[in-house]
């Protein structure tokens, strides 16, 4: 079993920044690709940025593109989501999710292939 704790969400004007954290427990962290998800009521949950397990490979959904930041340390537990020049179209609710993988630079985008997920943490972008 694994629990996920996001933290760091707020508000914040457009063009702020704002640094997400995920920390997890339970089992090793490594073994798991980690994924950043957001949600609205308009656009359901979505997914923005994904780290493998070795942090070789990532992916970011093309609006976030340039601007926002996965990274992972594996000797704290935690995955990060650096999210720069923010806009009011990123006001959502941010989950980290995690997923078990033998392939160390392989990752999901699809939310079903998540298994763990956080409680969420809300990030409001005023304009």
């Known amino acids: 079993q694994v629990t996920l704790v996001e933290s760091g969400g707020g508000l914040v004007q457009a063009g702020g920044s704002l640094r997400l954290s995920c920390v997890s427990s339970?089992?090793?962290?490594?073994?798991?690709?980690m994924a950043w998800f957001r949600q609205t009521p308009e656009r359901g949950r979505t997914i923005v940025a994904v780290i493998s397990r070795s942090a070789l490979t990532t992916y970011y959904t093309d609006s976030v593109k340039g601007r926002f930041t996965i990274s992972r340390d594996n000797a704290k537990n935690t995955v990060y989501l650096q999210m720069n020049s923010l806009k009011p179209e990123d006001t959502a609710v941010y989950f980290c999710?995690?997923?078990?993988?033998?392939?160390?630079?392989?990752?999901?985008?699809?939310?079903?292939?998540?298994?763990?997920w956080g409680q969420g943490t809300q990030v409001t972008v005023s304009s």
């Open positions: 999710a995690a997923d078990r993988v033998i392939n160390s630079t392989g990752y999901f985008t699809a939310e079903n292939e998540y298994d763990y």
């Open positions: 339970g089992q090793t962290f490594s073994y798991y690709v």
